[in-house]
């Protein structure tokens, strides 16, 4: 026969409590408990259960040895007192009597083992305690591991259901419950198809055949809201039962959209700027030899058609600059304003604009602050979002114009917190659903059949450069309303936005000009205008060739009038050689991009001595001469 070998890691100083009233039996024990096999075991005896739960308080057991009829208590009531002051204890049962109702009961509720006195000896009593101990360390195990579980389960931000071969839920946790909008115990015994988009039970049905999968459904919330869910399935994870995770992806969808329409609008500004560039510089040569052939005409009618080609170009030009406005890049002539006196001059526009059966009303506030901004600019603005509510209203209703102060604070995510002047646009006309509203500040986007798609992405880029802020608010056959956010650089009583002289007519000049530009065309066009008005002109087609013409040359050069992109040498390195070889030289930067342009390309300028294409001759030359006459008085004024 083999001899029991008690396992010492096992046993290593355990705790034993005797709970026995028997005083034989408590002897027969603790002398099987005193075995040399059983060294490392430390028992205690008690004989009452205040006793044990006394000592249980005082000092936690491993193992307690209990018989259930004591002095005073007895029975069931015995091991479940014992069981709830003992929690982490093992406990053997020790009785008398073998009723194996009562053993089923307790061993059912907690007890590790029950034995029957007189039946077991020490090799089986020490058997006992260490397969008790065993059992106890896996069931707390197994309870540590249910309820991490379960907290995991609980606490998880995704949502958690699990299914049955059906499809109905049979549990889900609080993240599940708040992603389709009902309680948990509503959810429970529900289908998620029956919170789903159409189409989703076909997608349950693949699931259930492939096993696993992932994807995207839209869930339909009560409230009418929608949410996008991304979803992993998993099926048969038990027997019969399927796992589904569930996230909100309705933000990151969000902010997956705007990340690529800003790419887009970035993209196709860029685009919009060299296209402008290269249409300016041919409006600029069309434009320039119309001027010429309108003021050296023979007869009135040659005049009317050179004013025709000319009022042509401007119009082009026009379109250019709602193509930079767009881009964010159009020259801007930036000055203090009052919103509410734009509005005035302008109204009798807006009602020529709209038609019989729109009515208008304008409601501008006095004394709201000045914004600082390009006021033809503004002016566009306000036509264009006026032009797109007419568009809205074809069979008439209301527009009402509305300027006033607006405060933000932080509850106002998309309006920085601050001071603005408001201007609200608001029509009765169609509305627009959501997915409309998303795309309307995109370019070429219209759903006017006889749109074009510029004016709404013209005036949104106008106020971003602005440094401005444009909010929607539309619903299908409940109107529009377009509000424009303009910060309040100072108040109205601080002073009135200074008033700029008109520009005078061009007056001839004697001086020295060196002009540079690779477009020929426009080059000898300028060439012909300035030596027109009395100028010597020095030409040059890049800036390598402008450099020669400046060394050689023994006279001075009073004014550059330079391209700022071009080839062998740009502007910026020929400014650079000017400003070194021949410092009393005033500049004069053109392009057909934006004043943005001489920014990138580093050329520290006073945006006075900027011009964009294309350009009248009239405004070229006054431009001209207000750099050089400015700059006659301030060496007078450093002579005296």
């Known amino acids: 026969m083999s001899t029991l070998v008690v396992d010492g890691r096992q046993t290593a100083l355990l705790r034993v409590l005797l709970v026995e009233d028997n005083v034989i039996d408590a002897r027969l024990i603790t002398g099987l408990l005193r075995a040399p096999s059983a060294a490392t075991l430390q028992c205690h005896h008690v004989t009452r259960l205040d006793e044990a739960l006394a000592n249980l308080e005082i000092d936690e057991s491993d193992v307690v040895l209990l018989d259930l009829n004591l002095e005073d208590s007895a029975g069931y009531e015995t091991f479940h007192r014992v069981r709830h002051a003992a929690s982490r204890a093992a406990i053997l049962v020790l009785s008398g009597s073998d009723d194996e109702e009562l053993a089923i009961?307790?061993?059912?509720?907690?007890?590790?083992?029950?034995?029957?006195?007189?039946?077991?000896?020490?090799r089986l009593l020490l058997r006992s305690i260490r397969y008790a101990m065993e059992r106890k360390r896996s069931e707390e195990a197994l309870r540590h591991s249910q309820a991490t579980v379960r907290a995991i389960f609980e606490n998880s931000l995704d949502g958690i259901v699990i299914f049955e071969g059906t499809g109905l839920c049979m549990e889900a946790n609080a993240a599940a419950a708040t992603l389709v909008g009902v309680p948990r115990e509503e959810l429970v015994g529900c289908r998620l198809c029956d919170f789903c988009d159409t189409g989703f039970e076909e997608v349950?049905?693949?699931?259930?055949?492939t096993q696993s999968g992932r994807g995207q459904f839209w869930i339909h919330l009560k409230n009418g809201a929608r949410r996008m869910v991304d979803y992993c399935f998993r099926a048969n994870i038990l027997p019969g039962q399927h796992l589904a995770m569930l996230r909100d992806i309705t933000e990151q969808q969000d902010l997956e959209e705007q990340l690529r329409q800003s790419q887009k609008m970035e993209a196709?500004?860029?685009?919009?700027?060299?296209?402008?560039?290269?249409?300016?510089?041919?409006?600029?040569?069309?434009?320039?030899?119309a001027e010429l052939l309108q003021l050296n005409a023979a007869d009135q009618s040659e005049?009317?058609?050179?004013?025709?080609?000319?009022?042509?170009?401007?119009?082009?030009?026009?379109?250019?600059?709602?193509?930079?406005?767009?881009?964010?890049?159009q020259v801007m002539s930036l000055k203090l304003l009052d919103l509410s006196t734009i509005m005035e001059g302008v109204s009798s526009m807006v009602d020529c604009a709209m038609s019989a059966e729109v009515q208008v009303s304008v409601h501008a506030g006095k004394n709201l602050g000045l914004v600082r901004a390009d006021q033809s600019q503004l002016e566009q603005v306000i036509m264009n979002l006026t032009a797109n509510a007419r568009e809205a209203m074809p069979?008439?209703?209301?527009?009402?114009?509305?300027?006033?102060?607006?405060?933000?604070?932080?509850?106002?995510?998309?309006?920085?917190?601050?001071?603005?002047?408001?201007?609200?646009?608001?029509?009765?006309?169609?509305?627009?659903?959501?997915?409309?509203?998303?795309?309307?500040?995109?370019?070429?986007?219209?759903?006017?059949?006889?749109?074009?798609?510029?004016?709404?992405s013209t005036a949104y880029g106008i106020i971003k450069q602005s440094g401005g802020y444009v909010t929607v608010q539309s619903a299908p056959q409940q109107g529009s309303t377009f509000n424009v956010f303009l910060p309040v650089v100072c108040s109205a009583d601080a002073g009135s936005a200074p008033s700029q002289p008109r520009m005078a007519l061009p007056v001839p000049g004697n001086e020295t000009v060196l002009l540079v530009d690779n477009e020929e065309d426009l080059r000898s066009a300028s060439s012909e205008y300035l030596e027109s008005c009395?100028?010597?002109?020095?030409?040059?087609?890049d800036g390598k060739e402008a450099v020669e013409i400046s060394d050689k040359y023994d006279?001075?050069?009073?004014?550059?009038?330079?391209?700022?992109?071009?080839?062998?040498?740009?502007?910026?390195?020929?400014?650079?050689h000017m400003r070194r070889t021949r410092p009393e030289t005033r500049v004069l930067m053109i392009s057909g991009y934006g004043d943005d342009a001489v920014m990138r390309h580093g050329i520290p300028l006073d945006s006075s001595c900027f011009l964009q294409k294309p350009f009248t001759f009239q405004a070229f030359g006054a431009k001209i001469r207000s750099i050089l006459d400015r700059n006659d008085r301030n060496d007078r004024n450093n002579k005296q």
């Open 534 to 541: 009395g100028y010597r002109v020095l030409i040059a087609g």
């Open 268 to 289: 196709v500004g860029r685009l919009a700027g060299g296209v402008a560039h290269d249409f300016n510089n041919i409006l600029g040569i069309i434009s320039g030899h």
């Open 555 to 576: 006279g001075a050069i009073s004014l550059l009038i330079s391209d700022i992109v071009m080839p062998k040498l740009n502007g910026r390195g020929l400014v650079e």
């Open 395 to 456: 069979e008439g209703g209301t527009l009402t114009i509305t300027i006033d102060e607006f405060k933000s604070s932080k509850d106002q995510p998309d309006l920085p917190p601050g001071d603005y002047v408001r201007l609200a646009v608001t029509d009765t006309g169609m509305g627009m659903t959501e997915e409309v509203r998303a795309q309307i500040f995109e370019p070429f986007y219209t759903t006017k059949k006889m749109g074009h798609g510029l004016g709404l």
């Open 303 to 329: 005049r009317n058609r050179a004013e025709r080609i000319v009022t042509a170009t401007e119009k082009a030009a026009s379109l250019t600059r709602q193509l930079l406005a767009f881009g964010r890049k």
């Open 204 to 209: 349950w049905v693949e699931l259930s055949q």
């Open 105 to 122: 009961r307790t061993v059912r509720e907690g007890a590790q083992d029950y034995l029957v006195k007189g039946s077991f000896d020490g």
